[in-house]
């Protein structure tokens, strides 16, 4: 079982722990030698690392190995950062990747039924037997458990699909009751549906990558696919109620540019956008004030997914 993880290093004991290595990179210090600058993470958080000197080691690690790393946590330019003394590859036996990713800080069981339960609280029909046909599928449930949304931007945790998608089936219901006009079925259909080809567009066992289908096909494409074929699987499936669930999946990103083959055609798509970039930018916003809770000033760093500085909330009354 893991021991010490990098929220818990302090500058005053040694480092004795194991981490993924998230990047590594040979470089040559001012003075000739080469050293190893590394990205070291588990499940809270991440830490720049130096080897020094690292030509005279025998190394057998690659990114995306764990390691057992021993050193001294020391800050440089205002940041922590992790001097090795001693760093080889864990064996495959005592490795537990859930130590290794950010994770969800809610539950996924519990994630799991809460949707579940909304789902069969729908009415009888077809879009409720869709919804149910992939999201108990015994070969897409523990996927659903446990991919993230995203590599980085948004969500990019294990668990974080499961908690991006029960997100937005809560303000689909939000948003149905304040217009009664739209489809509430649609919407959640929509909701639940729109990112079902990231189960196999993302990689998540030894890093948070993109599959070689997810980089050829794409979720978008990846998930028409999936709900067409229970669609198919399902007797008589209503042909307009599929183009229109079709239509919400192929035009969930909005704009063209944006990847979306379609836009936005009728209400119920036009929810699913918004609601599911709304959700997605409010995310990648705590992630980004967590990550620079410590730096100083007014503003976090530059967000890459908003392409912008962010306020820090606890700036008030103009100070």
């Given amino acids: 079982m893991k021991q010490g993880f990098i929220a818990e290093l302090s500058p005053d004991r040694p480092v004795r722990s194991t981490f993924l290595v998230q990047t590594k ?3 040559i210090a001012s003075n000739g030698s080469a050293y190893l600058d590394l990205d070291l993470v588990d499940s809270t958080g991440s830490i720049k690392a130096k080897l020094w000197d690292c030509d005279r080691w025998k190394l057998d690690f690659e990114a995306d190995d764990v390691v057992r790393v021993e050193g001294q946590l020391e800050e440089y330019r205002g940041a922590a950062q992790l001097k090795i003394r001693k760093i080889e590859k864990c064996p495959p036996q005592e490795i537990d990747l859930r130590d290794y990713f950010p994770r969800s800080a809610r539950d996924p069981e519990e994630m799991y039924a809460r949707l579940l339960e909304r789902m069969r609280r729908m009415p009888e029909g077809p879009v409720r037997q869709l919804l149910l046909a992939v999201t108990e599928d ?3 449930a523990p996927k659903l458990k446990l991919a993230p949304a995203a590599t980085a931007f948004h969500h990019a945790y294990l668990g974080g699909l499961l908690e991006h998608v029960l997100s937005l089936v809560e303000l689909g219901d939000q ?8 489809d509430r079925d649609l919407v959640l259909a929509g909701l639940v549906l729109h990112d079902a080809g990231k189960l196999e567009e ?9 599959s070689t289908r997810g980089q050829l096909i794409g979720h978008i494409s990846i998930g028409l696919e999936l709900v067409q074929s229970k669609m198919r699987a399902l007797a008589d499936f209503p042909a307009p109620l599929k183009n229109r669930i079709e239509h919400i999946i192929l035009s969930h990103h ?3 540019e944006f ?9 119920e798509a036009l929810v699913v956008h918004y609601l599911d970039d709304l959700d997605s930018k409010l995310e990648a916003m705590r992630s980004q004030y967590a990550s620079d809770k410590d730096r100083e000033g007014d503003f976090t760093s530059r967000n890459r997914a908003l392409g912008r500085e962010l306020l820090k909330p606890e700036i008030e009354n103009g100070k």
């Fill in 138 to 140: 015994p070969a897409i």
């Fill in 175 to 182: 948003v149905c009751d304040h217009y009664p006009a739209l």
């Fill in 202 to 210: 993302l990689s998540y066992e030894r890093g948070f990558r993109y």
């Fill in 254 to 256: 909005g704009k063209l």
């Fill in 25 to 27: 990179e040979r470089k």
């Fill in 259 to 267: 990847g979306s083959p379609k836009e936005p055609m009728f209400p």
